[in-house]
Structures are given as C-alpha cells and as structure tokens.
C-alpha cells in the first residue's frame, strides 16, 4: 500500500525566499506523484505530478519537484516565493493497488509568505 | 475553473438529518470520486465511480452512500448525520478508468455543518 507524509505541517518564509516543501512517499511499485495547492476556499488545483522519465518536474506558477527515489522523496521548491503562493500544498500518490487510481494525500502544510 | 462543479456550496443542518450532495463532472469524463477533508482526518477518499458502476470504495460509512447516474453526474448521500460529519466534501473527476498517472480535476466543494 502506498502513503505519504508531509514534514512540516506549517511553513512560513519571507517574500523572495526560497520555498521548499517537504514529501516524503512509501510505495512498492514506482509510484505516481502528485502537488496540489489549495487557496482558501477552494477546491484543490494541480500543480505538477511526476509518472515515469525526468525525475525534476516543472509546473505552474514557477514551482518545480524533484523525485528521487533513493531517498523516496518528492519535494517542492519555488526559488522565489510570492505573496500569492500563501495556500495549503498537499502531496498524493496514486493508489496502484487499485485500479481506480484514487489518491492519497499527506496531511498538508500550510504555507505562509511574510511581506 | 477545473470544469467539476458541486452542489450546493454550503449545507447547514442538524443531528440526524439526511443530505444529498450533487457534483457534476468534467465533459466526457467518466470517473467520479468523492473525498472528506476534515481537521482531524485530513484528505480522505470515500468512493468512486465509473460509468455508472461502483469502481472503488475506502473508509465510507455506512450511512453514506453514492451513484452516478446515467448522465454521468454524482450525487453523495449522508444520512443520521452526526457532528462528526462536518466537513468539507469534494468531488474530482478524471478521464478514464484506470489511468493512475492521469491528474483528477476537483470540484470547489461542499461545506456541511452539522449542528
């Protein structure tokens, strides 16, 4: 069975800052990945997902993940962090066990972006 | 706008009373999921369905039940709601069957409020 855990479950940084959040994933079989961002209210959006060839993966909003699998990790980074990118990120695999797909997230973290 | 619409946006009822969420998907897509995200439990799959029939089932209570119908819109019944209940419902759908790697487009989702 797959999961995943997010270190952190509150992160704050300065606008401009470096933003790196955590994901760290358990999987039997080469896993699918996924970050999605949640604004307040909202429902969830997908930012990026890794399934098979380069292991950094670039998505919207200047964000970037990099899978690697000897440390069975998938985190984000923004080199820059924006006042808008204030929201709740969630990392998910998809359950291969099942052919349904359906994900599993990690708990989230709260991003938070000071002036 | 993921395309994944949800009805109604905000449910306020009491202690063993019945609801009926609706969600419509994305055109053409066939696959319907539905997830529970609560402070405690976090992000939570419940059910999916595919064209119709019943493809997935996860930590759903008894007292909740779905379908979709043939027009291939969604709808998640809760029944004797209890104040644990309370929590913010959302629908995702997606293109095919299986499809692991394929993202899943979320609806903005349905607060209920038990009281």
């Known amino acids: 069975a797959q999961s995943v855990t997010q270190l952190g479950s509150h992160v704050s940084v300065s606008e401009g800052a470096l933003v790196l959040l955590r994901c760290n994933y358990s999987s039997s079989v080469p896993p699918y990945l996924f970050w999605y961002v949640q604004y307040p209210n909202q429902g969830l959006q997908l930012l990026l997902k890794?399934?098979?060839?380069?292991?950094l993966v670039k998505g919207i909003n200047g964000f970037e993940a990099e899978f690697k699998k000897s440390e069975t990790s998938f985190h984000l980074t923004k080199p820059s962090a924006h006042m808008s990118d204030a929201a709740e990120y969630f990392c998910?695999?998809?359950?291969?066990?099942?052919?349904?797909?359906?994900?599993?997230f990690g708990q989230g973290t709260e991003l938070s972006v000071k002036p | 706008d993921s395309g994944v619409t949800q009805t109604p946006k905000h449910l306020i009822t009491a202690t063993g009373q019945r609801v009926t969420l609706r969600c419509s998907p994305r055109?053409?897509?066939?696959?319907v999921y539905w997830y529970q995200q609560s402070l405690d439990q976090g992000l939570q799959f419940l059910i999916q369905y595919y064209n119709g029939e019943e493809r997935a089932k996860g930590n759903i209570l008894e007292r909740f039940s779905a379908q979709q119908f043939p027009d291939l819109h969604s709808e998640l019944n809760l029944s004797s709601l209890e104040l644990g209940d309370s929590a913010l419902y959302f629908c995702?759908?997606?293109?095919?069957?299986?499809?692991?790697?394929?993202?899943?487009?979320f609806g903005p989702g349905t607060r209920l409020t038990v009281l």
């Open positions: 055109s053409g897509d066939l696959s």
């Open positions: 890794y399934t098979t060839g380069a292991t």
């Open positions: 998910a695999v998809s359950d291969q066990d099942n052919q349904g797909g359906k994900l599993i």
């Open positions: 995702a759908s997606k293109g095919g069957e299986g499809g692991q790697y394929n993202e899943q487009f």
